[in-house]
């Protein structure tokens, strides 16, 4: 093995089995948000015409592209050291909110959009997703943090620092 390449700092079973729950995560999320999003564009479409319908539409796909990017760009790091993926995911969330940004702006006076059904939407798929997110999260029984599950010469049986 080379001494001067860096070690990683989670053993390629692990970055396998986190990538694996990441995937879990996104699969057990994506379904019933998109099943919401399809329910959104038939209830806009049924009462506010064609307008809502595609207004509902944009609302859903805006919140699985905002929600699972998160989730992929984590399972693409998964090999990496914990400090070197927040800063990704930080970077990649901080991204998001200036697209968003950048969205709002543009769609502020769009004459083709309800921005009642765009909001319903947005607001049903989010609460689904999350949902859907922290009940897959449960129960992956996900470590926060690496290594907690490894004994520490450092800490005594107490748990206090010796």
């Known amino acids: 093995m080379d001494e001067g390449a860096p070690t ?22 994506l379904m019933p948000t998109l099943v919401t999003g399809v329910g959104a564009v038939v209830l806009g479409g049924l009462l ?19 929600f699972s990017l998160s989730l992929l760009v984590m399972r693409q790091t ?34 083709w959009l309800s921005g009642q059904a765009l909001a319903l939407s947005i ?18 029984r996900i470590l926060v943090a690496p290594g907690a599950d490894r004994p520490s010469s450092d800490v005594s049986d107490e748990g206090a620092p010796r």
């Open 8 to 29: 990683p700092a989670v053993s390629e079973q692990e970055a396998a089995q986190t990538r694996a729950q990441f995937a879990a995560m996104l699969r057990t999320a």
């Open 48 to 66: 506010g015409g064609s307008k809502a319908a595609w207004s509902a539409a944009l609302g859903a796909a805006l919140v699985v592209v905002f």
């Open 78 to 111: 998964a090999h990496l050291q914990p400090i070197a993926v927040m800063s990704v995911v930080l970077a990649t969330y901080t991204g998001k909110i200036l697209a968003l940004g950048i969205a709002m702006v543009l769609l502020r006076d769009a004459s």
């Open 123 to 140: 607001i049903a798929c989010t609460l689904v997703w999350l949902a859907f997110e922290m009940r897959a999260f449960t129960k992956l």
